[in-house]
């Protein structure tokens, strides 16, 4: 079964930090891979997705994301943080056969004055 | 905003009585999914639907079903509400399978059962 590890459940940067939430992925077929945001009391929106194209992808908001297959990794990152970007970040993924989507745990971002 | 409502957004009950949520979207999207959200375990899929009466079970679907008779409206029910089923409850629409496919999620609905 597909799984996704979101390292950190709580991230702190400062305003104008890089920023980076780090997500894996376990699948023996290569998956298609999504980062979704939460602002607080809101359903998810989709921040940027992977679909086997370019292994780096540019979503809204200034984020992108690289896909890694060696490292069965696809890692949010953005150059400089934003008191906005403050909320919680999921990464999921599906693969193969599956009709279903796994989500991570996700990860709450802190940005500080 | 893709056209997903959630009725209600609010509602809390007690142990041992039925509940129904109501999601409806004006997308015509063909599949739609219910999913909770805990803290420490993100979004756990419940059920899925792909099509007018066609469902299937997710990770978590002890304890609640659905039914879909429509293509705008799917039902997700609790038959007999437990105090491990106070959640917030997410659906979500996609225009084909999850495979590349974004989801469209609806605005939530806190559930509390005493």
């Known amino acids: 079964a597909q799984s996704v590890t979101q390292l950190g459940s709580h991230v702190s940067v400062s305003e104008g930090a890089l920023v980076l939430l780090r997500c894996n992925y376990s699948s023996s077929v290569p998956p298609y891979l999504f980062w979704y945001v939460q602002y607080p009391n809101q359903g998810l929106q989709l921040l940027l997705k992977?679909?086997?194209?370019?292994?780096l992808v540019k979503g809204i908001n200034g984020f992108e994301a690289e896909f890694k297959k060696s490292e069965t990794s696809f890692h949010l990152t953005k150059p400089s943080a934003h008191m906005s970007d403050a909320a919680e970040y999921f990464c999921a993924a599906t693969s193969g056969g599956y009709q279903k989507v796994t989500f991570g745990t996700g990860t709450k971002l802190q940005v500080i004055p | 905003d893709a056209g997903i409502t959630q009725s209600p957004r609010h509602k809390v009950t007690e142990t041992g009585t039925p509940v129904t949520l109501r999601c409806h979207q004006t997308e015509n999207h063909r599949y739609m999914y219910w999913y909770r959200q805990d803290p420490g375990h993100g979004l756990r899929l419940i059920h899925y639907?792909?099509?007018?009466?066609?469902?299937d079970k997710g990770e978590v679907s002890d304890g609640y079903s659905v039914s879909r008779s429509k293509t705008e409206d799917f039902l997700l029910t609790l038959e007999s509400a437990t105090s491990s089923q106070t959640s917030v409850y997410f659906c979500a629409i996609s225009e084909s399978g999850p495979r590349g496919s974004e989801q469209y999620f609806g605005p939530g609905t806190r559930l509390t059962v005493t």
């Open positions: 639907s792909y099509g007018v009466k066609d469902t």
């Open positions: 992977y679909t086997s194209a370019a292994t």
